[in-house]
């Protein structure tokens, strides 16, 4: 092989992958509806990106959005819209329409337990928080 040809073949190399961390970065930061909030209180509150106002939910407006197009849930005390995550559970789908508009949170407790992986996920879908 010449040299102009490893030269090459080593700069498509890095054009890849600088395109292939380009890529997981923005998949890594898609915009949400909302930003966790984390103050020096060590309280966290769940603030509304477009308003910049904390916001919470009722029960019964999260019971509004209970159809596989539409779905919210609780967990915990908090809102999360699964709406677009739903069809790519890897639990199957159904299990997330099954909690649309409820309180999944012994659903989820029981499934993930502590598990780092859909804990994480979650804080990714989190809406805001329930009224009390």
Known sequence: MNMKTTWLKWLILMVGI???IAWCTKMNNETTHNDVDTTNTGTTAVVDTETGSAASYSTEEVAQHASQEDCWTIVNDNVYDVTS?????PGWPEKIYAICGKDGSSLFESQHDGQPKPEMMLQKLLKWALSK
């Open 18 to 20: 600088s395109l292939l």
């Open 85 to 89: 995550y739903a069809p790519r559970h």
